[in-house]
């Protein structure tokens, strides 16, 4: 069976990517920041960050040679109510 660890709902992945570029405000962050701090590969990020574009929930915007990930008002507002929705789910203690 795998560990909490190792087990990684889409839902948290997200979550991980958006509080990344939540901490990085209006300035955005490149991918390999988003890489490391989400431990996903550089090719699952583009594709997440195109998921969460689709969404309105992150932009992307050009800054020199590299391509920076910024979240929405949107974004802040999702994440806020993943992080109280992720409270209830420990409070029942249910696995997400």
């Known amino acids: 069976s795998m560990s909490k660890q190792q087990y990684r709902s889409e ?15 209006t300035q955005g962050v490149i991918v390999s920041a988003i890489s490391r701090r ?8 583009l594709e997440k960050c195109q998921k969460l574009i689709d969404a309105g929930l992150v932009e992307s915007m ?27 789910m420990q409070g029942f203690n249910l696995r997400y």
């Open 11 to 25: 839902m948290g992945i997200i979550a991980d990517i958006l509080g990344v570029t939540m901490d990085g405000g």
């Open 38 to 45: 989400a431990n996903l590969s550089h090719y699952a990020v």
């Open 62 to 88: 050009r800054a020199e040679r590299n391509r920076l990930f910024k979240v929405t008002e949107k974004g802040i507002r999702f994440f806020q109510e993943f992080q109280r929705f992720q409270g209830v």
